[in-house]
Structures are given as structure tokens and as C-alpha cells.
């Protein structure tokens, strides 16, 4: 039968053709390495005029990337064919980039400084480019965490790895709170919540002076050390003798990607397709058996438990801290970071986080024009692209061919009893 010979096709393990396969990784690792290539040129280059000039040529390949459809399918089939190999090129080019600018630490501390905000922004990810939650008051879970630390550090002596932890439980509690009143509203009302809840909070930390020290901000934070060894020295790698902003690179890097892992995790478990119903339609969702209350309120927590992990590791790696440095303008940029890289794509709002920590620095000559610069950048972006740069896409979930096996056996044998039932 023609529905017979379909499905045994289906089951039927295609055979793997080596030289596409080979192909098809090459051209992720050349692409990959000039990716990598092109980021290492954009930094180093000091001369803002010929930055701008890279940034239109970096434009004008992204136009033609765009515009050459082909090109674009055969690199689309070449990752995905080839996950595994750009997962493990990604790490070891992470990996090396304090090498490559081991004569240039603010590049590095840069680096550094990009690898938090991306564990925040991906923390975010989870509450608004998941479950659908808009929250404008992110700022608060980050400053809970760095206060928290911070102040563990400096009173009680704790450790950074367990003020780390502490950060992260302080600012889902944080997350907590504001899940309660959120549940009663919906859409731009959620955002109207935690707005005024962000305003609240950072207000609170201006005149708190017994827990946050006011405007004055905490000073001596000492940095994160192993054993005896503290991050405020240089790190060696054999022959190799990298700045100290190394140890702090490594480390954000390093919960980074374990929060990416974690998020990828979660959006693919039974929780994230709760979270998927929630956002298309939570009316729906409530009818299909999801409990939209406590799905909403581990949203904010999770979500807000990996904005104080960003908290404290910034804490830790600046020194210093102050209510400035979690005002509402951070939680905008935060926001922005996810918008801009495509909320509910993992990867896409890591991109976004690094390239909104990257540019302001490259276009700090002009301080009081970059905000114009950045805001005609994000109206085009929303023109042209309102799903942001790289768009979330939807989950199809693809069962083993065994266990589709099983369950087509077990149904001819239901159809066949039945059909006994029927002749009897």
C-alpha cells in the first residue's frame, strides 16, 4: 500500500554521504573562524574612522548574505548538519581570544564584561522570550545580587563561590515577590508592574543606607580567589603569562555557557513547553491543563536567579558598586540586549548582549551622541527585522525511529483485534 511504503520509508535510516557531511563541515569552520576573525579585527582597530568603515563593510556583507539566497540555505544545512563541530569550535575560540589579546587587557576586561551581561540577558530570555512575561525591572534581581554578595564578603567573610550562590537565591526571592502582583495582570500592564517595581527598588537603594550604603556605594569588594590564588593575579598558562582580567574572562565565560546549557535544557523540557503555551496563548494554556500560576511565578525566579548570578560576578570583578549601576536605563539596555538578539533564541541573545557591550565602548569618543547613533540603529533593526537579528524559532520535537516503530506496531496490532472484535 502506498501509506505502507511511505512509512517504512520513513523509518528507513538514510544513508550518511561522507563527502556532504565533510563539506558541510568545512564550511562551518571557515565561516566560524572569519566570524571569529572579523570580531578580533573590529576590536583592535583604534581609529574611529576606520572603524565606521568596517561597520559599513560588516553591513554590506550581512546585505549580502541576505540577498544570496543559495549561499544562505547551504550554510543553514552546513550547521545544522554540523552542531556538534560548531559547538566545540565556538568553546575553543572563546577560549582563545584572552591569548590572541594577551597584550591588551581592556579588550579582555571588555570580553569579561560581555560574558556577564550575556548570563543576564539570557536570564531575561527565559522570563520574556519563553514564558512571554514582560519585565522592565531586571535591574533589580542584578543589583540583589551584587549587593548580596558583596556585602556577605565584606561583613561575614564569605566566600565569592558561596556569595555567588547566594546572589543568585537572593534575586529569586527578588523574582518571587514580583511574581505575585504580576499574575494579576497581562502584557504591557506586566511591564507597567515591573517598572514601577524597578523604580521602587532602586529608589529603596539610595536610602537604605544600613544595607546598601547609599549613594556612597560598597567599596573593598574583594575579588574571587582559589585557595591562594586570587583572581587579582595574573594567570599562567605554561609560557604564557595573561593579565589578570584573564581569570575573570574565563570564569564569566564559564557560567555563561552553563547558563546557555541550562536555558537550552529547560526550553526543551516539559517546563519550557509549558512556558511555549503560556506565551502563545495563556487562555488556552489554563484550558489545556497548565498551571499558568506557578509556571509564571518559576519564570521570574529562574529567570531573575541567573540575573544575581551576573550581579555578583560583576561585584566581585569591578570592586565597587553603587544604585547608578542598576538604574532603570540597565534595565532598558538589558531589554534591548534579548529585542535586539531575538527573544527566545538562546544564541541570537547572546550575540545581542556582546554586540550592545561592544559598540557603546568603541563609540565612547562620542559620549553624547551614541545613544542617537544606537537608537536610529535599533528603529532600522525593528524596520527590518522586528524579531530581532536572529528569530526564535518554534520547537518540533522529532521521535526516534525505534520508538515510532513500536508505536505503529502497537496501533495495526489495536486495528487488528479490532477488526477480529468486528468479525466475530
Given amino acids: 500500500?502506498?501509506?505502507?511504503?511511505?512509512?517504512?520509508?520513513?523509518?528507513?535510516?538514510?544513508?550518511?554521504?561522507?563527502?556532504?557531511?565533510?563539506?558541510?563541515?568545512?564550511?562551518?569552520?571557515?565561516?566560524?573562524?572569519?566570524?571569529?576573525?572579523?570580531?578580533?579585527?573590529?576590536?583592535?582597530?583604534?581609529?574611529?574612522?576606520?572603524?565606521?568603515?568596517?561597520?559599513?563593510?560588516?553591513?554590506?556583507?550581512?546585505?549580502?548574505?541576505?540577498?544570496?539566497?543559495?549561499?544562505?540555505?547551504?550554510?543553514?544545512?552546513?550547521?545544522?548538519?554540523?552542531?556538534?563541530?560548531?559547538i566545540t569550535l565556538l568553546i575553543l575560540l572563546v577560549a582563545?581570544?584572552?591569548?590572541?589579546?594577551?597584550?591588551?587587557?581592556?579588550?579582555?576586561?571588555?570580553?569579561?564584561?560581555?560574558?556577564?551581561?550575556?548570563?543576564?540577558?539570557?536570564?531575561?530570555?527565559?522570563?520574556?522570550?519563553?514564558a512571554g512575561l514582560l519585565d522592565i525591572g531586571f535591574a533589580v534581581y542584578y543589583g540583589a545580587g551584587a549587593y548580596t554578595s558583596a556585602q556577605f564578603a565584606i561583613h561575614f567573610g564569605t566566600s565569592f563561590w558561596l556569595g555567588l550562590v547566594l546572589g543568585g537565591l537572593s534575586a529569586s526571592l527578588f523574582g518571587f515577590i514580583v511574581a505575585w502582583p504580576a499574575l494579576r495582570v497581562h502584557d504591557h500592564?506586566?511591564?507597567?508592574?515591573?517598572?514601577?517595581?524597578?523604580?521602587?527598588?532602586?529608589?529603596?537603594?539610595?536610602?537604605?543606607?544600613?544595607?546598601?550604603?547609599?549613594?556612597?556605594?560598597?567599596?573593598?569588594?574583594?575579588?574571587?580567589?582559589?585557595?591562594?590564588?586570587?583572581?587579582?593575579?595574573?594567570?599562567q598558562l605554561g609560557p604564557l603569562s595573561l593579565p589578570f582580567q584573564a581569570n575573570f574572562y574565563y570564569l564569566a565565560v564559564t557560567i555563561a555557557l552553563v547558563t546557555a546549557f541550562v536555558s537550552y535544557r529547560l526550553r526543551q523540557s516539559a517546563l519550557g513547553r509549558s512556558w511555549d503555551a503560556i506565551r502563545e496563548d495563556e487562555v488556552a494554556a489554563r484550558c489545556s491543563g497548565v498551571n499558568t500560576r506557578g509556571v509564571k511565578i518559576l519564570a521570574f525566579s529562574i529567570g531573575a536567579f541567573f540575573g544575581g548570578i551576573g550581579g555578583a560576578i560583576y561585584a566581585h570583578m569591578i570592586g565597587f558598586i553603587s544604585p547608578e549601576n542598576f538604574s532603570f536605563l540597565e534595565s532598558m539596555t538589558i531589554l534591548v540586549m534579548v529585542v535586539v538578539g531575538g527573544a527566545g533564541n538562546i544564541m541570537g541573545v547572546a550575540i545581542g548582549a556582546i554586540i550592545l557591550v561592544v559598540l557603546p565602548e568603541r563609540f565612547r569618543e562620542f559620549e553624547h551622541l551614541r545613544l542617537l547613533f544606537f537608537g536610529a540603529a535599533l528603529v532600522l533593526l525593528m524596520i527590518n527585522r522586528p524579531e530581532g537579528l536572529f528569530p526564535r524559532l518554534r520547537m518540533r520535537r522529532v521521535l526516534p525511529a525505534e520508538k515510532l516503530a513500536a508505536m505503529l506496531t502497537q496501533t495495526r496490532q489495536k486495528t487488528a483485534s479490532v477488526g477480529r472484535i468486528k468479525a466475530q
Fill in 1 to 86: 500500500m502506498p501509506e505502507t511504503d511511505f512509512i517504512d520509508a520513513q523509518l528507513t535510516p538514510a544513508t550518511v554521504n561522507r563527502q556532504q557531511k565533510l563539506r558541510h563541515t568545512l564550511l562551518t569552520v571557515a565561516i566560524m573562524i572569519g566570524l571569529f576573525a572579523l570580531m578580533i579585527v573590529g576590536l583592535v582597530i583604534e581609529r574611529l574612522s576606520l572603524f565606521i568603515a568596517f561597520l559599513l563593510a560588516v553591513a554590506l556583507l550581512g546585505f549580502l548574505y541576505q540577498r544570496t539566497q543559495s549561499f544562505k540555505r547551504r550554510a543553514t544545512e552546513a550547521f545544522h548538519d554540523s552542531r556538534g563541530t560548531a
Fill in 96 to 130: 582563545a581570544y584572552p591569548i590572541i589579546l594577551n597584550q591588551n587587557p581592556y579588550l579582555i576586561h571588555i570580553g569579561a564584561l560581555s560574558a556577564i551581561y550575556v548570563i543576564m540577558a539570557l536570564g531575561l530570555n527565559i522570563t520574556l522570550g519563553f
Fill in 189 to 235: 500592564y506586566l511591564g507597567l508592574v515591573t517598572l514601577g517595581y524597578g523604580l521602587m527598588m532602586n529608589l529603596l537603594a539610595r536610602n537604605l543606607n544600613f544595607l546598601t550604603n547609599g549613594t556612597d556605594g560598597v567599596i573593598n569588594i574583594p575579588p574571587p580567589s582559589i585557595g591562594s590564588y586570587s583572581f587579582t593575579q595574573s594567570l
